[in-house]
């Protein structure tokens, strides 16, 4: 997939890694790159250093209305990254209701899955074409102290699978991206090293452009994906111990 004389849409964004996505296809050639984000003004700045090649859309991927204005616009997009993302701080019991469960799988899981739906028929017009769905290493390992959105990644992996077998006559690829831990402010409340946004989206663009299935970012991912294989149980035990409030570390 070439990324020179695309056309991508990054869900999420004005900020965070998608922030990062939006420069990194500017950099790498794009011919256009719609910020797909919940309040236009947030990414006004990416506006102004696109100079022409940017255009802000609102886009809530929990709300169908604005998937559907949003398709009807952007119709020539060829690289859709579903990178919008929540996370609620919540853990399943303790939670007082289900709502924050809800509204990350509802961004998560269905968001990715609704715009997929969405702009497949617009991906198709391409002759190549590809999704990259920016998941979590609590996607691939069961972490309690994250709640419901450990399950909405592992959602979202399964989804990418699925996609990817319903997508390839129509030669579109579907790259899951494994993300560890990234200096961002869904990740203010972990201490240790982490990845930098930049890095991530240098790794997707990489990942899409070969159209690999399923690539680990960063070092973190990476040590996830190599304790789960090493001693699952051992692993899983170990990740339980984010439900006790110890402090959490990205452990470098
Ligand atoms: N940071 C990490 O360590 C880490 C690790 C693994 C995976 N990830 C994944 O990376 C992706 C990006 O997260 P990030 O770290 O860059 O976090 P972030 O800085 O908190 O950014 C999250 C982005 O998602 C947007 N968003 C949230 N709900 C949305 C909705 N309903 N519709 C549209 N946009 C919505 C936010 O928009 P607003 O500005 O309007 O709130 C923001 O642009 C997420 O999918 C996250 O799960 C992050």
């Given at each position: 997939?070439?990324?020179?004389?695309?056309?991508?849409?990054?869900?999420?964004?004005?900020?965070?890694?998608?922030?990062a996505?939006?420069?990194?296809?500017?950099?790498?050639?794009?011919?256009?790159?719609?910020?797909g984000?919940?309040?236009?003004?947030?990414?006004?700045?990416?506006?102004?250093?696109?100079?022409?090649?940017?255009t802000a859309?609102?886009?809530?991927?929990?709300?169908q209305?604005?998937?559907?204005?949003a398709?009807?616009?952007?119709?020539?997009?060829?690289?859709?990254?579903?990178?919008?993302?929540?996370?609620?701080?919540?853990?399943?019991?303790?939670?007082?209701d289900?709502?924050?469960?809800?509204?990350?799988?509802?961004v998560?899981?269905?968001?990715?899955?609704?715009?997929?739906?969405?702009?497949?028929?617009?991906?198709?017009?391409?002759?190549?074409?590809?999704?990259?769905?920016?998941l979590?290493?609590?996607g691939?390992?069961?972490i309690?102290?994250?709640?419901?959105?450990?399950?909405?990644?592992?959602?979202?992996?399964?989804?990418?699978?699925?996609?990817?077998?319903?997508?390839?006559?129509?030669?579109?690829?579907?790259?899951?991206?494994?993300?560890?831990?990234?200096?961002?402010?869904?990740?203010?409340?972990?201490?240790?090293?982490k990845?930098?946004?930049?890095?991530?989206?240098?790794?997707?663009?990489?990942?899409?452009?070969?159209?690999?299935?399923?690539?680990?970012?960063?070092?973190?991912?990476i040590?996830?994906?190599?304790?789960?294989?090493?001693?699952?149980?051992?692993?899983?035990?170990?990740m339980r111990?984010?439900?006790?409030?110890e402090?959490?570390?990205?452990?470098?």
């Amino acid at each position: 997939m070439e990324i020179k004389d695309s056309v991508a849409l990054v869900t999420g964004g004005n900020r965070g890694i998608g922030e990062a996505f939006v420069r990194a296809f500017l950099a790498a050639g794009a011919r256009h790159v719609y910020v797909g984000t919940r309040d236009v003004t947030n990414a006004q700045h990416l506006v102004e250093e696109g100079a022409g090649r940017v255009t802000a859309i609102a886009l809530d991927v929990s709300r169908q209305e604005t998937i559907d204005e949003a398709a009807k616009t952007c119709t020539d997009v060829t690289i859709l990254v579903n990178n919008a993302g929540q996370f609620q701080m919540q853990t399943l019991m303790r939670a007082p209701d289900m709502s924050s469960a809800r509204a990350e799988m509802e961004v998560n899981y269905f968001g990715p899955l609704a715009m997929t739906r969405a702009f497949a028929p617009i991906l198709a017009k391409s002759p190549q074409s590809a999704i990259a769905n920016v998941l979590s290493a609590g996607g691939i390992v069961a972490i309690p102290g994250m709640g419901g959105y450990s399950p909405s990644k592992f959602a979202a992996r399964a989804m990418s699978t699925c996609l990817r077998a319903e997508l390839a006559p129509q030669n579109t690829s579907v790259t899951a991206l494994i993300v560890g831990s990234v200096d961002t402010r869904m990740a203010a409340h972990v201490e240790g090293s982490k990845e930098t946004p930049a890095y991530i989206a240098d790794v997707g663009l990489k990942a899409i452009k070969r159209g690999a299935d399923e690539v680990d970012t960063d070092y973190m991912a990476i040590e996830v994906r190599a304790g789960i294989s090493r001693d699952p149980k051992a692993y899983e035990l170990q990740m339980r111990r984010s439900l006790s409030g110890e402090r959490v570390t990205t452990g470098r």
